[in-house]
């Protein structure tokens, strides 16, 4: 086994990386896939809530850098699925507690015993971000179809690069169909027209996620739903099988029509 | 609702179409670290550097950035001034 390690960031904090991260995570075990998701957020750990395991950390990343423990202690198993662990982050320290060679160190003496390390990077281009891909074989971009968004990907995409770590995919996460459909929401050829980056998943604004994060369950988990459906194809990609896109629709009414015919250039 | 009545008539752009435009430009801008305003004081610099050698139409200048892909240029259009006047008995 050696293990495709995959950063997910941003740029712009609250765009859904953590819950991007714990879904792929949860997605790629639910194949069968060993999996470890590492919290690179240092002081503001999330993934260990999102993924509901929080009360289950005894030692964390920090901890297996300084030696107060070894690797595998700070790996917390998720009973629900086969192969998915998390390495928390540390809650009392800062970025500067790990370095971008601590966090490759770590990676290389997961590889033989993983199929995909995960790493949720911390909003910004500080130290953190350096941190999260500095053993990245691969990197995700989350964004919101929203300007702040769209432009802070921008910038963190020529950071991928130069740092030769591109080219990265872009995932498109809280699209509402109903809003781009009226034109109020930048749609993904837009998106993929600023950015000129690939597309790797499309994840539709979906209050399941906020229901399963509410409960601490992955939202893949969950067969019927959209968000996982997406997250899940996106899992599927990563492995390398060729999903189309999900067809974000809504209800074709008498108002979007009518709007459509008469705005120019409105598709 | 005004908003809803404008845009069914054509009379202004989606708030989407306003907001790729809007991002097409600020994208040029942080990605080749020259605001707008530079990019005017760029266009007065040229036009100075090239009128001392051929006689030119400031009006008529066109400089943009373009960008194509992740790749960016700089587009200029100057059209010259032709010395040479063609007698119109010739085009005719």
């Not at chain 1, 941003?10 to 997605?27: D, F, I, M, Q």
């Not at chain 1, 289950?56 to 690797?71: F, H, P, T």
């Not at chain 1, 971008?100 to 995909?116: G, H, Q, T």
């Not at chain 1, 999903?243 to 809504?250: A, D, H, Q």
């Amino acid at each position: 086994m050696t293990a495709t390690v995959i950063t997910i960031t941003s740029g712009k904090g609250g765009v859904g990386k953590t819950t991007a991260t714990a879904n792929l995570g949860a997605a790629l075990a639910s194949d069968g896939a060993k999996v470890v998701c590492i919290d690179a957020d240092i002081g503001l750990r999330n993934l260990d809530v999102v993924l509901g395991l929080e009360n289950r950390i005894v030692y964390d990343i920090v901890d297996a850098i300084e030696g107060r423990c070894r690797l595998r202690q700070a790996m917390i198993r998720d009973k629900r699925l086969p192969e998915l662990y998390l390495i928390p982050a540390a809650q009392t320290r800062d970025k500067t507690a790990v370095s971008p060679s601590d966090m490759v160190r770590i990676c290389d003496e997961l590889r033989a015993d993983f199929d995909w390390i995960l790493i949720d990077s911390p909003a910004g281009i500080e130290r953190g971000f350096q941190n999260a891909i500095a053993p990245a074989d691969r990197v995700l971009v989350v964004i919101n179809p929203e300007v702040s968004s769209v432009r802070d990907a921008d910038r963190i995409i020529g950071l991928i690069e130069s740092e030769e770590k591109g080219p990265a995919s872009l995932i498109i996460n809280r699209i509402k169909p109903e809003l781009v459909q009226r034109g109020d929401m930048l749609d993904t050829k837009d998106i993929l027209e600023l950015l000129a980056i690939e597309l790797i998943g499309i994840v539709p604004e979906d209050e399941h996620v906020i229901i399963s994060t509410n409960k601490g369950n992955p939202v893949v988990l969950d067969d019927k739903d959209r968000a996982g459906k997406a997250f899940r194809n996106i899992a599927k990609r990563l492995q390398g099988e060729k999903i189309p896109f999900m067809e974000l629709t809504v209800p074709d009414g008498f108002i979007n029509r009518l709007s459509r015919m008469f705005r120019p250039g409105g598709e | 609702m005004a908003d809803w009545v404008n845009r069914i008539f054509g009379k202004e752009q989606s708030s989407a179409a306003q907001a790729k435009e809007r991002l097409q430009l600020v994208l040029i801008s942080d990605r080749t670290d020259l605001s707008p305003a530079r990019i005017e004081i760029l266009k007065d610099e040229l036009i100075t550097v090239i009128s001392h050698h051929i006689e030119i139409d400031p009006q008529a200048i066109r400089i943009e950035i373009a960008h194509d892909g992740n790749k960016q240029r700089l587009l200029a259009d100057i059209p010259l001034k032709s010395k040479r006047k063609i007698p119109k008995q010739v085009i005719a």
